[in-house]
């Protein structure tokens, strides 16, 4: 049975930090892309951040670059997302996934697993 459990989100004010986990279970993902999305209310889920199987590479939207920092730790079968400089417009619940491919994908569609969420509110 795999699982998904993300943790670290929160209220936190606009120009501050925080760093969401997704601890898997299951299997071994150290071979497989992991990676975040982010939905609103009221809108579809988006890709935010992912990274390579080994993790090699990494990638962003656009709306992230350069405030958000994906990263994993295989031996722990875990993956982060360090958020910092957060706006009011990063307000959404947070989701991992898990691709069965070591590449990247920006679809939501191209992810096998799923965490069940942690919302991240920012106030102005």
């Known amino acids: 049975q795999v699982q998904l459990v993300e943790s670290g989100g929160g209220l936190v004010q606009a120009g501050g930090s925080l760093r969401l986990s997704c601890a898997a279970s299951g299997r071994t993902f150290s071979g497989y892309a992991m990676g975040w999305f982010r939905q609103a209310p009221g809108k579809e889920r988006e890709f935010v951040a992912a990274?390579?199987?080994?993790?090699?590479?990494?990638d962003y939207a656009d709306s992230v670059k350069g405030r958000f920092t994906i990263s994993r730790d295989n031996a722990k079968n875990t993956v982060y997302l360090q958020m910092s400089s957060l706006k009011p417009e990063d307000t959404a619940v947070y989701y991992c996934?898990?691709?069965?491919?070591?590449?990247?994908?920006?679809?939501?569609?191209?992810?096998?697993?799923w965490g069940q969420g942690t919302q991240v509110t920012v106030s102005s």
């Open positions: 990274i390579t199987g080994s993790g090699g590479r990494t």
């Open positions: 996934a898990v691709r069965r491919l070591p590449s990247i994908a920006v679809l939501h569609t191209s992810y096998d697993y």
